[in-house]
């Protein structure tokens, strides 16, 4: 069955960096788009990344375009989410999604929190 | 960027009723739009995709219908595991921008 298992959150100051992973399996990891996606505490969910099954195309909401940078190893199934110059904005749970054949986001993972805060 | 409005944002319901809930975006998305169920505490759960499409395991009590700028999902019959918050997104274009939720309450 498909995983997807986060890792990689925890309590980071404002202007420090955090790279998140996400480890896949129960699928053929190197034909799927991955996507992250963030939600505050009581709030919507807010896209944030994709990137394509073999890494050459990526897209970014505006709000961490320059800071954040998606990538994906698929030797190893795992996407990442390098996250650099941090706000207290970017307080959220992060889940990473697989992309289905119809472009929507078919599994989730469970999330893993990033608290930014001095 | 194209805006995606939902309505309204709580909606009480009981057991046994039809609700109807609506996302309405800010340009033509043709049927590139989904709908996710959201439990507290819990990762989304993708219901219907390309607007009408149910996906695999959802119950048939949801439905989903529209096309361009408006779009509703429909639950034919409340059953008490439907209370949650609901959410749209459009995928016509990046970013993929989600609705900002229906609640869906037991009244």
């Known amino acids: 069955q498909v995983q997807l298992v986060e890792s990689g959150g925890g309590v980071v100051q404002p202007g420090r960096s955090l790279r998140l992973s996400c480890a896949a399996s129960g699928f053929t990891f190197s034909s799927y788009g991955m996507h992250w996606v963030r939600q505050a505490q009581g709030k919507g969910l807010d896209w944030v990344a994709v990137?394509?099954?073999?890494?050459?195309?990526?897209y970014y909401v505006d709000s961490v375009k320059g800071r954040f940078s998606i990538s994906r190893d698929n030797s190893k199934n795992t996407v990442y989410l390098e996250m650099n110059s941090l706000r207290a904005e970017d307080t959220a749970v992060y889940y990473c999604?697989?992309?289905?054949?119809?472009?929507?986001?078919?599994?989730w993972g469970q999330g893993t929190l990033v608290t930014v805060s001095s | 960027d194209i805006q995606m409005t939902q309505s309204p944002s709580t909606l009480s319901a009981s057991v046994g009723d039809r609700v109807t809930m609506t996302c309405r975006a800010s340009q033509s998305i043709s049927s590139w739009l989904a709908w996710y169920q959201q439990k507290p505490g819990k990762a989304p759960k993708l219901l219907i995709y390309k607007a009408t499409s149910l996906e695999s395991g959802v119950p048939s009590r949801f439905s989903g219908s529209g096309s361009g700028t408006e779009f509703t999902l429909t639950i034919s019959s409340l059953q008490p595991d439907d209370f949650a918050t609901y959410y749209c997104q459009q995928y016509n274009r990046y970013p993929y921008i989600f609705g900002q939720g229906t609640k869906l309450e037991i009244k």
């Open positions: 990137i394509s099954y073999d890494g050459s195309k990526k």
């Open positions: 999604a697989k992309e289905s054949g119809s472009y929507v986001k078919d599994y």
